[in-house]
């Protein structure tokens, strides 16, 4: 008799994950800004809020894909996922602050 087992790699189970992060952590960033004052999460009637969601979740995302690729790349703990989250997420939002503050000027 066979068996048929399906594995998944390690690299597209980080993926998913970072991605799943950025996006909730970005959901909870415009809940902060603009569903405090409107719980009906008005913001995504509006196209360029969603030009900045986007923006939002690419830049939280590369944030961990960095800090997985470059600060913990020979770090091979169990606790790796949870690291590339708390070190990524502030490392995105920053990287977000930087670009936009150089092109402002």
């Known amino acids: ?47 360029l809020n969603w030009v900045f969601f986007v923006i939002y979740i690419v830049s939280i995302f590369l944030g961990q894909t960095l800090t997985e690729k470059f600060i913990l790349k020979k770090y ?5 996922t949870i690291l590339t989250s708390l070190i990524g997420v502030p490392l995105g939002i920053a990287l977000l602050f930087i670009i936009y503050y150089s092109i402002k000027q």
């Open 76 to 80: 091979s703990g169990k606790n790796k």
């Open 1 to 47: 008799m066979e068996s048929n087992t399906l594995t998944i790699s390690k690299t597209s189970n980080s993926f998913l994950i970072n991605c799943i992060v950025a996006l909730v952590v970005t959901t909870i960033l415009f809940f902060i800004d603009d569903g405090y004052y409107n719980f009906n999460f008005n913001w995504t009637l509006h196209l």
